[in-house]
Protein backbone atom coordinates (compact mmCIF):
# COMPACT_ATOMS: atom_id res chain seq x y z
CA UNK A 1 0.00 0.00 0.00
CA UNK A 2 1.07 3.57 -0.91
CA UNK A 3 1.52 6.31 1.54
CA UNK A 4 2.43 9.53 1.13
CA UNK A 5 2.24 11.80 4.17
CA UNK A 6 3.09 15.12 4.61
CA UNK A 7 3.70 17.36 7.71
CA UNK A 8 5.28 20.55 8.23
CA UNK A 9 2.57 22.98 7.50
CA UNK A 10 1.09 25.74 9.87
CA UNK A 11 0.79 29.99 9.82
CA UNK A 12 3.80 31.85 9.25
CA UNK A 13 4.22 35.44 8.67
CA UNK A 14 5.52 36.87 5.71
CA UNK A 15 9.02 36.59 4.73
CA UNK A 16 9.39 33.48 7.12
CA UNK A 17 10.01 30.09 6.28
CA UNK A 18 8.84 26.87 6.38
CA UNK A 19 10.12 23.30 5.64
CA UNK A 20 8.10 20.34 4.67
CA UNK A 21 8.64 16.61 4.20
CA UNK A 22 6.46 14.03 2.78
CA UNK A 23 7.23 10.26 4.55
CA UNK A 24 6.85 7.57 1.49
CA UNK A 25 6.23 4.02 1.85
CA UNK A 26 4.78 1.26 -0.14
CA UNK A 27 7.02 2.76 -3.08
CA UNK A 28 10.97 2.42 -3.94
CA UNK A 29 11.76 5.70 -3.40
CA UNK A 30 14.90 6.25 -4.85
CA UNK A 31 13.83 5.42 -8.25
CA UNK A 32 10.63 7.90 -8.79
CA UNK A 33 10.73 11.71 -9.72
CA UNK A 34 8.50 13.43 -6.69
CA UNK A 35 6.75 16.41 -6.80
CA UNK A 36 5.26 19.10 -4.83
CA UNK A 37 2.07 20.79 -6.17
CA UNK A 38 -0.19 23.27 -4.12
CA UNK A 39 -4.24 24.08 -4.56
CA UNK A 40 -6.62 27.07 -3.48
CA UNK A 41 -10.26 27.07 -2.96
CA UNK A 42 -11.35 27.33 -6.12
CA UNK A 43 -8.67 26.33 -8.35
CA UNK A 44 -6.76 23.32 -9.76
CA UNK A 45 -3.16 22.35 -8.51
CA UNK A 46 -0.17 23.00 -9.82
CA UNK A 47 3.73 22.21 -9.89
CA UNK A 48 5.38 23.71 -7.32
CA UNK A 49 8.35 21.51 -7.44
CA UNK A 50 9.99 18.62 -8.72
CA UNK A 51 12.81 16.19 -8.23
CA UNK A 52 13.92 13.69 -10.75
CA UNK A 53 15.16 9.99 -9.39
CA UNK A 54 18.37 11.88 -10.25
CA UNK A 55 18.01 14.77 -8.28
CA UNK A 56 17.27 17.17 -11.30
CA UNK A 57 15.37 19.44 -10.00
CA UNK A 58 12.47 22.27 -12.12
CA UNK A 59 10.33 24.89 -10.53
CA UNK A 60 7.30 26.98 -10.82
CA UNK A 61 8.28 30.40 -11.55
CA UNK A 62 6.56 31.98 -8.57
CA UNK A 63 8.63 30.31 -6.22
CA UNK A 64 12.15 30.10 -8.30
CA UNK A 65 15.33 31.13 -5.41
CA UNK A 66 12.34 30.93 -2.51
CA UNK A 67 11.67 27.42 -2.31
CA UNK A 68 14.35 24.36 -2.59
CA UNK A 69 13.13 20.90 -3.31
CA UNK A 70 15.24 18.37 -1.91
CA UNK A 71 15.09 13.78 -1.30
CA UNK A 72 16.67 11.93 1.43
CA UNK A 73 16.53 8.60 -0.24
CA UNK A 74 17.89 6.82 2.75
CA UNK A 75 14.93 8.16 4.80
CA UNK A 76 11.96 7.62 2.02
CA UNK A 77 11.05 11.49 2.23
CA UNK A 78 10.87 14.83 0.16
CA UNK A 79 11.62 17.80 1.30
CA UNK A 80 10.54 21.56 0.16
CA UNK A 81 12.01 24.23 2.59
CA UNK A 82 9.76 27.49 1.58
CA UNK A 83 11.94 30.75 2.08
CA UNK A 84 11.01 34.55 2.19
CA UNK A 85 7.06 32.96 2.19
CA UNK A 86 4.14 35.62 0.80
CA UNK A 87 0.68 35.59 1.13
CA UNK A 88 0.11 34.49 -2.37
CA UNK A 89 1.74 30.94 -1.38
CA UNK A 90 -1.02 30.44 1.07
CA UNK A 91 -2.14 27.21 -0.07
CA UNK A 92 -2.36 23.44 0.44
CA UNK A 93 0.77 21.66 -0.62
CA UNK A 94 0.54 18.21 -1.60
CA UNK A 95 3.33 15.53 -2.46
CA UNK A 96 3.44 13.47 -5.19
CA UNK A 97 5.04 10.19 -6.90
CA UNK A 98 3.51 9.22 -10.19
CA UNK A 99 -0.50 8.76 -9.83
CA UNK A 100 -0.36 9.19 -5.76
CA UNK A 101 -1.09 11.62 -3.89
CA UNK A 102 -0.66 12.54 -0.13
CA UNK A 103 -3.27 14.56 1.58
CA UNK A 104 -2.17 17.89 1.95
CA UNK A 105 -0.72 19.90 4.19
CA UNK A 106 -1.70 23.52 5.31
CA UNK A 107 0.39 26.37 4.72
CA UNK A 108 -1.03 29.77 5.87
CA UNK A 109 1.40 32.92 5.31
CA UNK A 110 -0.33 36.26 6.85
CA UNK A 111 0.51 38.76 9.13
Known amino acids: QVRLVESGGGLVQPGGSLRLSCAASGIIFSGRAMGWYRQVPGKGREMVAA???????NYADSVKGRFTISRDNAKNTLYLQMNTLKPEDTAVYYC?????WGQGTQVTVSS
Open 51 to 57: VTSRGNT
Open 96 to 100: RSDIY
